[in-house]
């Protein structure tokens, strides 16, 4: 069975905003795409056109109708992909070592060369956050798109998991939850993130900010005011032009 590293320099991990999430699966979209084209093994369909589709996902997007103590029903969109827990009991299960945690970032990671497709991780896992690719007969995870964030041909604000790059709504956030004061940990922290069922003892890396009432945001978000905030206060060129034309009908 294969070992956990005792510590790691980071960890690095994702912020899932559950109260941002507009469910609109661009994050499950891009994690296809990227996965697919570069790191391991694509990421296979089978009979997609056909009356039984089915695939490889690393990241799935869930909606479920959730009923307050108080107040109407709410939609809640729930985003799920490997979690990197520290104590990762997907990788002490696997036989053969190719489930294993890095120690210099904390990512978990499986080589594919050494997989023998036993599916005893997905057993193990308690969130069911990882999938047997059919076409390839190995086992397929989220990797933190780590083919990305160490990648220098890249410009800077691309060195990210591309689920977070892609995210239009801005619900994903990525970074190292070793640092206190690095963007994630103060989010965590200023609004109450949780570890998803923390009573399974994985400790998992990624944390899920809850749903705010939205009772008590009267005053707080106004969602039309990037929209309605004038580009220029004196339109030039072609427009300006139309502008004082229109104007004087």
């Not at 990762?88 to 970032?105: F, I, L, N, Q």
């Not at 997905?122 to 990882?130: F, M």
């Amino acid at each position: 069975m294969t070992e956990l590293p005792a510590s790691t320099t980071r960890k690095m991990g994702l912020v899932i905003d559950l109260d941002t999430c507009v469910g609109c699966h661009a994050c499950v979209i891009s994690c296809k795409g990227w996965n697919t084209e570069n790191y391991g093994a694509p990421l296979s369909d089978q009979e997609p056109y056909g009356a039984d589709p089915s695939g490889t996902f690393l990241n799935r997007v869930h909606s479920y109708e959730v009923q307050p103590a108080t107040g109407a029903a709410q939609l809640i969109h729930f985003p799920k992909s490997c979690l990197h827990c520290e104590d990762a009991p997907c990788v002490t299960v696997c036989p053969t070592g190719a489930s294993y945690k890095r120690t210099e970032d904390g990512i978990v990671l499986v080589n594919e060369s050494d997989c023998i497709g036993c599916g005893l991780c997905a057993w193990a896992c308690p969130y069911g956050a990882r999938e047997m690719d059919q076409a390839e007969k190995v086992m397929k995870k989220c990797t933190l798109c780590v083919d990305r964030i160490y990648n220098e041909n890249l410009p800077e604000e691309d060195r990210v998991p591309a689920c977070v790059r892609t995210c239009p709504a801005g619900a994903r956030h990525f970074g190292d939850f070793a640092d206190p004061d690095s963007h994630v940990s103060r989010l965590t922290a200023e609004r109450g993130g949780m570890d998803l069922m923390p009573e399974m003892g994985t400790k998992p890396v990624n944390k899920y900010l809850p749903p705010r009432p939205k009772d008590q945001l009267d005053g707080q978000i106004d969602i039309l005011a990037p929209l309605l905030a004038p580009v220029v206060e004196e339109p030039a060129g072609f427009l300006g032009w139309l502008d004082r034309a229109l104007g004087k009908l």
